[in-house]
């Protein structure tokens, strides 16, 4: 079974500074990996989606990079604001399941 | 494009008393999720339908969770009769192509049992 581990659970950083985020994978045979941004009390909101066939995605200051022989997913995030405060979810859509699996996420707060 | 819409946003409950929840996903997305996530947990699969039928409810508790997507566009999640450990957000999501394609979730309907 797919397990997804997120390191760390928990961030603080002062604003401006960028950061890396880390998910990794326990089963390589993945078809895509999807990086989300959770506020407090609302859903998930879609960041980048990457195909098992791509190494990397970016979005305006952020970047997902994926290396799938290591089971490995980072999420950069250049010159951090505070309004990045999130909880940050890493997801993996595992090969013949047809679903994704989530990991638990890492709490950033960015300090002004 | 409007997004997944989910309802009731609250809900709380007695134990041993039941409970719906209503999705309406994405126009044009054949795949629809229910996801429960507890507490500090990531969101976990609960049912995933392709059109009107089920594609995996492996990890539905059946003996109180139930769901249906009657006409392959709304869904409902009931649970009868909710139990303490059922406090969680149930969030619904929605994709174009099963399997391969991204996922946007809803915001979410958060239960809590008494």
Do not use: M
Request: charged content about 20%.
């Amino acid at each position: 079974k797919q397990e997804v581990t997120q390191i760390p659970a928990a961030l603080s950083v002062p604003e401006g500074e960028n950061l890396v985020l880390n998910c990794s994978f326990t089963d390589s045979a993945i078809y895509n990996l999807q990086w989300f941004r959770q506020d407090p009390g609302k859903g998930l909101t879609s960041l980048l989606l990457i195909q098992s066939s791509q190494r990397e995605q970016t979005s305006g200051r952020l970047n997902a990079s994926l290396d799938k022989s290591s089971g490995r997913s980072t999420l950069y995030i250049a010159a951090s604001q505070p309004g990045d405060s999130a909880t940050y979810l890493c997801a993996v859509g595992a090969t013949g399941a047809n679903n994704l699996f989530f990991g638990t996420g890492t709490r950033l707060t960015v300090i002004p | 494009e409007a997004g997944v819409a989910q309802s009731p946003r609250y809900k709380i409950i007695e134990k041993r008393q039941s409970v719906a929840f209503w999705c309406n996903p994405i126009s044009g997305h054949a795949t629809l999720y229910w996801y429960q996530q507890i507490l500090g947990q990531g969101p976990k699969l609960l049912i995933q339908f392709q059109n009107n039928g089920v594609v995996d409810d492996s990890q539905l508790p059946k003996d109180r969770f139930s769901a249906e997507r009657l006409k392959g566009v709304d869904s409902t999640l009931k649970i009868q009769p909710a139990k303490l450990e059922d406090s969680a957000v149930y969030l619904c999501a929605s994709s174009l192509e099963r399997g391969r394609g991204e996922l946007f979730f809803g915001e979410g309907s958060r239960l809590t049992v008494l």
